[in-house]
């Protein structure tokens, strides 16, 4: 069995972030062929529900670059790569310092996320939180009512680029955690800091759904930072055109924009499905 691992945002997504008709046709086509599909993505559960409805995602699922896989035939998580106690602190503290607001988010049970914060003092901080609790559903708190006993699955920020990298450069010198940042949605001239356990990565996550569907090959689909430690674990690697460049040079082709369908033309030829 080849099992094909999906990237979201600026691979299988478009632009506006949506699966399009062609991308949502070739997906069913996958399904009706026997094809197995899964993701792995940056975002959270919440973030994605929403987008994988309805499109055939019944295989286990990796969150968060492989800091959770998410069962959902059984609606539970497992492989979970947690953050303790002292390395929120240190993470909180290092933020504070550059005048950030660190993101604190939790799982809680089987099916829930939360996301914990100081005072907010921005509007691009504003408007994050207010996408994570209004839209996406997340319950939101204050970072003083985080519990002791909370599992802490990454901590976010957004802000100036030199405050980002400060942050980032402390975390470089932490033996258990890895940061990512990149150029903010939100406003163009501030960056996005997310920060998990170093044992998360989208790499390890490729091992674990391989391990969990029996998969004998795996093909895989990324575009950022991120797809990197996926690239060095699957047996085929694409990169679509809007890919980071350097991922464009570990992939094993580079394939079609995703704003042109590229993935989805691709898998029709690659597992010669109707055009």
């Known amino acids: 069995m080849e099992l094909v691992v999906f990237d979201l945002d600026g691979t299988l997504l478009n632009s506006q972030s949506v699966i399009s008709d062609y991308t949502r046709d070739t997906l ?3 399904t009706d062929n026997g094809i197995a599909y899964t993701v792995a993505t940056g975002r959270t559960l919440h973030a994605s529900r929403d987008i994988l409805t309805g499109h055939g995602f019944a295989l286990p ?3 968060k670059n492989g800091v959770v896989i998410w069962h959902p035939e059984h609606e539970r998580f497992s492989h979970r790569n947690i953050l303790t106690t002292h390395e929120l602190g240190a993470v909180v503290s290092a933020c504070m310092t550059q005048g950030l607001a ?3 988010f939790t799982i809680d049970g089987d099916r829930e996320h939360s996301v914990y914060h100081p005072p907010l003092r921005t509007r691009a901080e504003k408007y994050v939180v207010t996408e994570y609790s209004v839209r996406r559903g997340l ?3 204050p970072l003083g009512d985080i519990p002791d006993n909370a599992q802490i ?3 976010s920020a957004i802000g100036e680029g030199d405050l980002i990298k400060a942050v980032i450069r402390f975390v470089d010198n932490e033996p258990h955690l ?3 940042s990149g150029v903010a949605m939100e406003d163009q001239n501030l960056h996005w800091l997310d920060i998990h356990h170093s044992d998360a990565s989208k790499g390890g996550a490729i091992a674990t759904l391989r391990e969990l569907t029996g998969a004998k090959r795996v093909v895989c ?4 930072d991120k797809a990197a430690s996926m690239f060095a674990t699957a047996d085929e690697s694409y990169a679509p055109e809007n890919a980071k460049q ?3 040079e570990l992939a094993s082709a580079v394939i079609g924009h995703h704003d042109e369908d590229g993935i989805a033309r691709f898998l029709r030829e690659r597992f010669n499905l109707p055009a």
């Open 28 to 30: 069913q086509l996958l």
């Open 61 to 63: 699922q990796a969150f």
């Open 102 to 104: 660190p993101l604190v």
């Open 139 to 141: 319950s939101a708190y």
């Open 153 to 155: 699955s990454n901590i």
């Open 178 to 180: 890895v940061a990512y």
């Open 221 to 224: 689909f990324g575009d950022s």
């Open 246 to 248: 350097h991922i464009k």
